[in-house]
DNA sequence: TCAATAGTGTCTTTTAGACATTATATG
DNA sequence: CATATAATGTCTAAAAGACACTATTGA
């Protein structure tokens, strides 16, 4: 609802007794593609207490913007990722109140896919982990709830590969077909077929786009590969399923 | 980030400047079907500001509550809504600094499905809306933003019957396929192939179950339908795509 | 009997997957 | 030339869709 004690409850306001306000916050959750893995970025949170754990980069909502806004500012202030373009989705909102022992805060965490970036974020406290080396826990720990938000995030994302056209989202543009297969690769993490994959994506209406520019090959030589550019699709259809 | 002031924004203190703590409220679309249409909850704001009005049951977020609490007490107070067995899941957060005139308010939006309830919210304020009534705002004003949340929670519903049993939160159980085929029906509002419809059910592994109940035909007769209880799946393998 | 609803069978079209073949580059 | 990568072709299997047919009820 949408007012403070909003409207309806206004009717009953004995219901209102007990209505805190609470901490509202942002944690983003900043998928990208690297050396062909799917990364997520973490910093490192700088309290005394939290020495040798990781988190998802968060700040809190200030008064005068908006949620995406609050995103794009803890992407920028605690990894210097500044990436306008950058995809950008709600993910889900975390408010058990007994998820920060300090306080009662509210999460909103995002989903964020960015094409592979240089290393600025390699500054200070923030680098990319490998998602399969996250998910295990392996030595790495992750502060407050965050070891349940990023599984969520990574099947989200895995999951909307499937019948969206996100996976353009961790190209640059042009790119070529490999290019964006070796994407469903990494975040799906199983080998596809080129040749199918190739037929399904050129047949999905609007989901990318032919220009005349060709990639040069590798240094091993190969065929050049056409460009493409992201169709106007949002949804696919029929969808990419995975094997 | 989970902490007021959390611990990674602790280490920039500036930047806590002006942050500030919103009202939390959780807004709820539930819906459900009846006479073979689908139907949302709405309820009228007695505020005379808004009279005329209809908006989402909501309310505002209590200091011990979860945000699902909350939903279900909107629907308890504003609706005399009980149904703890509902599905019930976040939709997306809305928080606009301007989405409120009146201060700032994130509101946690969820999406709610039950089985056809009795006719309990049609007392005192609150009544099912045909959805697509609704859609077009025939005469009919959406407090809030609400007309944009509206919109939202219809296209999640429509999209998670295609790819997970959500289906089977509109039946009471146990049910039969065609009451299973009026809720795909009514939520995508087109109709479907009794026997392909069926075919595909029950050939998707884990979606229903059949029991050895027989439904009692109607009163202009008819065979006797199989009865079926919700699969142990949650999502469908492969899915059941719109046409 | 007929009308109505449940359920099965069958055929065609579409799509997915495996994998061979051709095309164009480097060394 | 061999090798590597891109792109196309072909065959098979699976799935979707149209629709005829059988089964079991009430009137």
Redesign the interface.
């Known amino acids: ?12 306001r004995t ?2 007794a ?10 983003v959750a900043l998928l990208t593609i690297r050396d062909g893995e799917l990364k997520l970025l973490l ?1 490192q ?3 005394p ?2 020495a040798g754990w990781w ?13 995406d806004d609050t995103a794009h ?2 992407l920028a ?2 990894a210097e990722i500044n990436a306008p373009g950058a995809h950008l989705e ?1 993910l ?2 975390y ?3 007994s ?2 022992p ?7 965490a995002y989903l964020a896919l960015t094409p592979t970036p240089g290393d600025p974020a390699d500054h200070h406290r923030a680098r990319f982990f490998d998602v399969a080396e996250v998910g295990i826990a392996r030595g790495l720990r992750l ?4 070891d349940r938000i990023v599984p969520d995030a990574i099947e989200r994302a895995r999951s909307k590969l ?2 969206t056209a996100l996976a353009t989202a961790f190209v640059k543009e042009p790119f070529t077909l490999a290019q964006l297969r070796r994407v469903y690769e990494a975040v799906w993490g199983v080998p596809l077929d080129p040749a199918n994959f190739r037929r399904k994506v050129v047949s999905t209406p609007n989901f990318v786009v032919e220009t005349d520019e060709l990639a040069p090959p590798g240094p091993e030589g190969g065929r050049p590969a056409k460009r493409y550019r992201r169709g106007r699709a949002i949804r696919l259809h ?2 990419m ?1 995975r094997p």
């Open positions: 609802m949408s007012v403070p004690g909003s409207t309806a409850t206004a009717a009953v219901s209102t007990r209505v805190s306000t609470c901490a509202v916050a942002v944690d910093v949170p700088d309290s207490e939290l988190a998802l980069p968060g700040r809190r909502v200030r008064d005068d913007e908006s949620l500012r803890a202030e605690l709600q889900r909102t408010g058990d109140p998820r920060d300090r306080g009662r805060v509210v999460s909103v502060a407050y709830d965050h499937e019948y029929p969808a399923l």
